[in-house]
Structure formats: structure tokens, C-alpha cells
């Protein structure tokens, strides 16, 4: 499966932007019934988790730092998952990644990840 992440930019403190990703290829037995998330790597850091959600969208995590300014979506329909940036700030400047797990449900930790997405820069200027 190939993940394609897209909607990364430039964008001032406090606002906004959508970021989205696309797996296709072999995608029924590999997203459908997967977990998927968000990861991030800001320069000099380790990638560190930001969202995830459950097969069925009935679950979602989200790592303390962006809880209630992030919300992460799917459309199985359509193989894709997105999330919503609001009151983005300098902090948040990073590669964002997308990535299906090897589970249902969404983990922290990158090694339960199977396939990733070549990122997207989200810069947030002060």
C-alpha cells in the first residue's frame, strides 16, 4: 500500500490548516481493517505520534500536546484520513506522516506501524 500526504504550508500562529492522506494500491486488507494516524518530526526530534484512529473511526487517541486543537477523520469509502489544525502553534512546525497500523485500534508507538507516507511540511511562523 502507498500512503500520499498532502495540504502542508505556511500559515501564521493561531490559524489553521487540513492535512490529508490517500493509501492506495492493495488497500483492502491492509487500511479498511487498520488503525491509521498522524505522526510528526520536527527537525533535531524524534517522530513522535500526534493522532490516530480505529478502523471504524469509533476511536480516536491524540497525544497530550495537540488534544483539543487536532481532530483526526476517515472516509474508508474513499482510503483516506485527514486532520484538522486549528490554533496551530510555532511548536506544531514539523513533517507530519501518515501511517497504518498493523492493529485496529491506534498505538503510540511507530513500531505497530506498517506502511508510511513520504510527510508533509506544516510550518507555523510566529
Known amino acids: 500500500v502507498q500512503l500520499q500526504a498532502s495540504g502542508g504550508g505556511l500559515v501564521q500562529a493561531g490559524g489553521s490548516l487540513r492535512v490529508s492522506c490517500a493509501a492506495s494500491?492493495?488497500?483492502?486488507?491492509?487500511?479498511?481493517?487498520?488503525?491509521m494516524s498522524w505522526f510528526r518530526q520536527a527537525p533535531g526530534k524524534d517522530r513522535e505520534f500526534v493522532a490516530g484512529?480505529?478502523?471504524?473511526?469509533?476511536?480516536?487517541s491524540y497525544s497530550d500536546s495537540v488534544e483539543g486543537r487536532f481532530t483526526i477523520s476517515r472516509d474508508r469509502a474513499k482510503n483516506m484520513i485527514y486532520l484538522q489544525m486549528n490554533n496551530l502553534q510555532p511548536e506544531d512546525t514539523a513533517v507530519h506522516y501518515c501511517?497504518?497500523?498493523?492493529?485496529?485500534?491506534?498505538?503510540?508507538?511507530?513500531?505497530?506501524?506498517?506502511?508510511w507516507g513520504q510527510g508533509t511540511l506544516v510550518t507555523v511562523s510566529s
Open positions: 484512529i480505529a478502523w471504524n473511526g469509533g476511536t480516536t
Open positions: 501511517a497504518v497500523a498493523r492493529t485496529a485500534l491506534p498505538a503510540s508507538v511507530t513500531a505497530y506501524y506498517t506502511s
Open positions: 494500491g492493495r488497500t483492502g486488507r491492509t487500511v479498511s481493517n487498520n488503525a
